[in-house]
């Protein structure tokens, strides 16, 4: 159950934001390795947002998963950068990332738990 949110400055348009979400659930799921109908995406653009003083793109994304390691933020750290700068034309020093950990027995889904 992997949930994946960006917030940006950057507006998008309409159409490129439905291709966005589809191909950020996408990413996602091959990143984990996990089926994409588990994926949940979030994206919020055009957000009041300021880094280091500027308010040049940036993106703040959240990446909450069950059974994500620490040894594997790094890496993953790498992709999702490379994949945010690539897809959303934020420079890669202007994107931080937050890692979380889930408790499969404190996470919901389906009237239960994972």
């Given at each position: 159950m992997p949930y994946?949110?960006?917030?940006?400055?950057?507006?998008?348009?309409?159409?490129?934001?439905?291709?966005?979400?589809?191909?950020?659930?996408e990413f996602v799921s091959e990143l984990l390795d996990k089926p994409e109908k588990y994926v949940m995406i979030s994206i919020k653009p055009a957000m009041s947002m300021m880094h280091g003083g500027s308010r040049a793109a940036t993106a703040f994304v959240e990446l909450r998963s069950i059974g994500l390691s620490e040894d594997q933020c790094p890496e993953y750290s790498k992709?999702?950068?490379d994949y945010i700068s690539e897809e959303f034309l934020i420079p890669m020093d202007r994107i931080y990332i937050a890692f979380e950990n889930l408790n499969r027995k404190k996470f919901g889904w389906n009237g239960g738990t994972f």
């Open positions: 994946f949110s960006i917030e940006t400055n950057k507006k998008l348009i309409s159409g490129d934001f439905s291709h966005k979400l589809k191909r950020t659930s992709m999702i950068c």
